[in-house]
């Protein structure tokens, strides 16, 4: 077992992963454009996969697979409970493109669709919008969080995040999202995201972070955008969800680069 630990809310949670469910997510065909793998690609894979989940992965043509990755509690797609079991079967648990996702209290839910991964926490309620222009079935252009938070991962193509009261677009990044009635929690983990108030297009700002650079808080009623801080999302969760699609955070990159600064928090 390999088991992933993070701290929020101000508790310590454990998540514990089997490596037959990362070593599962290798065999649908869901990863495009990779004909065949290069150098850094499998030294990144070996790093984090190990060398027999890489070799998992050479196996079956460097492909990824999308779907529900692991649940706990009340999770429903499309108004249809899902239960662990189902993501023990052959061929999973798939999350359409146009899928309307919710948890109950206790519940959470990571999963993949194409070459994006997500955390969603629970008491959410989330509605995702298809890429409608090329029409790929595997691909989103965004989604609509009505309630509830959500960490995300995304390949580097424009995608357009809406909440009660903010839209985000973004092209590549990593990030964070918790919403009420009220107003929205945005940290851009990494990459660029452009912030607006809903409801008044013109009160809009751009961030570029690294790492947790600029997160902010989006006001509907006082109809502003305010620094905030690094809440209830962690490190752990990024590189974990960004291994699930072939990848690794920029701030891993970074590290290395530097000889092994930390940048854990």
């Known amino acids: 077992m390999l088991y992933i630990g993070f701290s929020r809310n101000n508790r310590q949670e454990t998540y514990q992963w089997s490596l037959l469910n990362l070593k599962g997510t290798m065999n649908i065909d869901s990863f495009e454009n990779w004909n065949q793998c290069n150098r850094r690609e499998l030294l990144t894979f070996i790093s984090f996969f190990g060398v027999m989940g890489t070799i998992a992965f050479l196996l079956n043509g460097c492909r990824l697979s999308t779907g529900i990755r692991q649940i706990t509690g009340e999770v429903l797609i499309n108004g249809r409970r899902i239960s662990p079991e189902q993501l023990e079967g052959p061929d999973g648990v798939l999350v359409p493109s146009d899928a309307s996702i919710s948890t109950g209290s206790a519940g959470s839910a990571v999963f993949v669709i194409g070459r994006d991964a997500f955390l969603i926490r629970g008491n959410s309620r989330l509605e995702l919008k298809p ?96 620094p905030a801080p690094v809440i209830n999302h962690s490190d752990q969760e990024l590189i974990l969800l960004e291994r699930l699609v072939g990848r690794v955070p920029p701030f891993v990159k970074q590290e290395r680069n530097e000889g092994g600064k930390s940048y854990g928090y």
Request: aromatic share 8%.
């Open 131 to 226: 890429n409608l222009l090329n029409g790929k079935q595997n691909e989103i252009s965004g989604f609509d969080l009505k309630s509830g938070a959500i960490l995300s991962v995304f390949v580097r193509k424009k995608r357009t995040l809406r909440t009660l009261t903010a839209v985000i677009g973004i092209r590549g990044t990593g990030v964070y999202l918790e919403t009420d009635s009220e107003k929205t929690y945005v940290c851009t983990c990494y990459g660029t995201s452009h912030l607006q108030v809903k409801d008044v297009p013109e009160i809009n700002e751009t961030v570029t972070t690294l790492h947790h650079d600029q997160p902010r808080f989006i006001y509907s009623g006082e109809k502003r955008i305010d």
